[in-house]
């Protein structure tokens, strides 16, 4: 494997310690017009003694840093129009500071002390202005407001932060390169190869680009990632100095090297699907990692009707009782009320749950003390989607009450006395999917006539029995001696 290098040389070497350098007349400037201000009232007099030193040496510095960042320029890869106005601006900073010395130095001469504070100002500003660009030029020109928080992109009128949302529900519709590969190269490579930063010549930003390469030729040799320049760099150890992305910056992950080398290898396309593509069984377990979860809103056991927020007095009066209440995603006004805690919970409890009818999507009753009298309340239930009724008093006289619940998806009788016959009702509840019926009173002939009309409910009647393997077993030996 032979990788594309570049040579050293001292314009080059002293051009990197721009980075180094540019910090130090920061600092001093500032500093310096700190005391500049200061210095003009009587009881900080003394501080002129300093000023001298301080602006000459703030001088040199900013002087110093424009040899080196022009030095740096030399190198290529930046946006030039970006790289003109930060020069021009480290200049004007070099030029000020130069003259706020002279000023110093000759302010008992005739009126050229008033310009110290104008000059200061002016300085500032080029200064800050100087920094922006050249942050801009290493970290692009969204790198801080990316990080801005929420309420102050509003107060400062930013738009909110472009966050990669799948365009996919289904990982095999997902377009290769636009869907799964683009977002790789966007948070590991386009902050140093884009149109602002182009390290090395290269451009990234899309397959045309990436196709035409950089200063030392294509990147991307169609069908053989070991030989692509864009795939060796991701490679190579890190303290590796050609490693990409460069020490320090977080590299790919295993998943999305080995997607960079399948899209390689498949020819580089746009426009493919994932299922239009061979696929070997490594990226096919990637594959499924990639599929996006379905957003809370759009999952078949939470309703997409918008509801109000619980009464908290309602809640309290529950909580009390021991039950847990809480929202079923983040942002839902729907809820899950748990009785884990609640083993005292009884039938007659069961009357809190109805101020919560409307909000009431998932309830686990397990272990609590409630019979087949709760299925009175349980029918006003109608929202519920799972009910959890696990080693309860139940024994199904009333579960034709589930009738009611017309979003019932599933449903918990494990542990219970239910017999076979009350189970004929649920064939009303065309939405159920699943019922777990474990150590119940269920015979299998019940279980055989409730598949026979519910042919793809999903019926759990527990009693696995795993195969015993080898070396599940270990076998002891005596050893003579």
Known sequence: MRLLINTGSWSMFIGRSHPLLVHLPIGILLIACILTLLARREKWRHLQGALPATLLIAALSAIASCITGYMLSLDGGYEENLLLTHKYLGIGVAVVSTGLYILEKNKHKGQLRKWQVPASVVMVLLLSAAGHYGGSLTHGDDYLTQ?????????????????????????????????????????????????????????????????????????????????????????????????MPPKGKPGVTPQELELLHWWISQGAPTGKTVKELTKTPLMLAVLEGMQPATPWD????????????????????????????????????????????????????????????????????????????????????????????????????????????????????????????????????KKLQQVFLYQSGVSPAAVAELRKYMPKLTIDTGGYHLPLLASDTTVYHKVAG
């Open 298 to 429: 759009k999952q078949e056991f939470i309703p997409e009707e918008k509801v109000n927020a619980v009464s908290a007095e309602h809640l309290a009066k529950l909580e009390a009782k021991g039950m847990k209440v809480l929202p079923v995603a983040a942002g839902s006004n729907y809820i899950n009320v748990d009785g884990i805690n609640a083993s005292n919970f009884t039938n007659e409890d069961m009357q809190l749950l109805l101020p919560l009818k409307a909000q009431l999507v998932w309830l686990n009753l397990a272990g609590t003390r409630v019979t087949d009298s709760s299925f009175g309340v349980i029918g006003k239930l109608t929202h519920l989607v799972r009910l959890d009724l696990r080693n309860t008093g139940v024994k199904g006289k009333e579960l034709s009450s589930l009738n009611a619940c017309t979003e019932l998806r599933y449903l918990n009788l494990a542990g219970t006395a239910v017999a076979g016959e009350s189970l004929t009702s649920l064939q009303k509840n």
């Open 147 to 243: 990080a801005m928080p929420d309420g102050l992109r509003k107060l400062t009128g930013v738009g909110a932060a472009k966050a990669h949302v799948a365009a996919y529900t289904n990982i095999g519709d997902a377009r290769v390169y636009e869907d799964l590969v683009m977002p790789v190269l966007t948070n590991r490579c386009y902050g140093c190869h884009n149109e602002q930063k182009l390290k090395g010549g290269l451009r990234l930003e899309s397959v045309e680009l990436i196709r035409k390469g950089g200063e030392h030729g294509p990147v991307l040799k169609d069908s053989v990632p070991e030989e692509s320049e864009l795939f060796k760099r991701l490679i190579l150890p890190e303290e590796d100095e050609h490693r």
